[in-house]
């Protein structure tokens, strides 16, 4: 159950967190994974999974290289619908 209320809270805190930049391809969030987590009061390994579930949905790419990535969120309004 707690897992459970986690993950809901990482996908609405992703979903609406001002800390994007928009551009051409979508939001661009130029923030690794245990930054996100932590700026959005989650575990690193639950947003990890939610990542991972967007990103078979199509909603959500990772650029770059490890340690230099960012996050895309590609259709940001379905991201929303989703949480």
């Not at 959005?40 to 990890?48: D, F, P, T, V, Y």
């Not at 939610?50 to 949905?57: E, N």
């Not at 770059?64 to 379905?78: I, K, N, S, T």
């Amino acid at each position: 159950m707690h897992a459970r209320r986690e993950q809901g809270a990482c996908r609405a805190a992703l979903a609406g967190a001002p800390i994007g930049v928009t551009t051409a391809d979508g939001i661009r969030i130029d923030l690794n994974q245990s930054q996100l987590a932590q700026m959005i009061g989650c575990a690193r390994e639950s947003l990890n999974r939610q990542l991972s579930s967007l990103k078979r949905r199509g909603l959500l790419e990772i650029r770059g290289r490890r340690r230099h990535e960012a996050l895309f969120v590609l259709r940001p309004e379905e991201l929303i619908d989703f949480v």
